[in-house]
Antibody
Framework: QVQLQESGPGLVKPSGTLSLTCAVS?????????WSWVRQPPGKGLQWIGE???????NSNPSLKSRVTMSMDKSKNQFSLKLSSVTAADTAVYYC???????????WGQGTLVTVSS | DIQMTQSPSALSASVGDRVTITCRAS??????LNWYQQKPGKAPKLLIY???SLQSGVPSRFSGSGSGTDFTLTISSLQPEDFAAYYC?????????FGGGTKVEIK
């Protein structure tokens, strides 16, 4: 079955850029699914960040849109997130997930904690 | 944005109890409502999609209902492994949003 795995630095300096990659196994990202990012600040709820389709189309949360860049590398079967001008408020566990028809997220990656601190 | 409001934010229950969690949307979302379970340190897991469809592999004690703006997740007989946080999520609009979560704790 499809599995997702996030990777990237666990510590980012304020005003820097957070960069994460999600490797997909057991299935192709060149399929009719949206590939999404969701984050969860420590002890808080879930926030959808954005998503990318295999055509390169993207959607993102308007509250983050000006700072979000998403891309995909079909040769490596992975997709990526960049979040610029980070502050402590961007400290969170970042998850990648496949968004299927009807808009459900399944499966999810295990998540990776990114801390913004100097 | 479509706001999703869950209630209660936390509840205490005993093994065997029937538990109901409510999710209300700020506007009609038809049946575009999904439920997730999240255990500490783990990723969310899909339980229910399209308001009432049970995800494959999820025990039948979990059920969902509702349409429009009001939805419920019911656990018919709470089991020890069900103590977790539960989140609703709407997929009606392009801006996907989650409820604030309900933490189910052991009484």
């Amino acid at each position: 079955q499809v599995q997702l795995q996030e990777s990237g630095p666990g510590l980012v300096k304020p005003s820097g850029t957070l960069s994460l990659t999600c490797a997909v196994s057991g299935g192709s990202i060149n399929s009719s699914n949206w590939w999404s990012w969701v984050r969860q600040p420590p002890g808080k709820g879930l926030q959808w960040i954005g998503e990318i389709y295999h055509t390169g189309s993207t959607n993102s949360n308007p509250s983050l849109k000006s700072r979000v860049t998403m891309s995909m590398d079909k040769s490596k079967n992975q997709f990526s997130l960049k979040l610029s001008s980070v502050t402590a408020a961007d400290t969170a566990v970042y998850y990648c997930a496949r968004r299927r028809s009807l808009g459900l997220f399944d499966p999810w990656g295990q998540g990776t904690l990114v801390t913004v601190s100097s | 944005d479509i706001q999703m409001t869950q209630s209660p934010s936390a509840l205490s229950a005993s093994v065997g109890d029937r538990v109901t969690i409510t999710c209300r949307a700020s506007q009609s979302i038809s049946i575009y409502l999904n439920w997730y379970q999240q255990k500490p340190g783990k990723a969310p897991k899909l339980l229910i999609y399209a308001a009432s469809s049970l995800q494959s592999g999820v025990p039948s004690r979990f059920s969902g209902s509702g349409s429009g703006t009001d939805f419920t997740l019911t656990i018919s007989s709470l089991q020890p492994e069900d103590f977790a946080a539960y989140y609703c999520q709407q997929s009606y609009s392009t801006l996907l949003t989650f409820g604030g979560g309900t933490k189910v704790e052991i009484k």
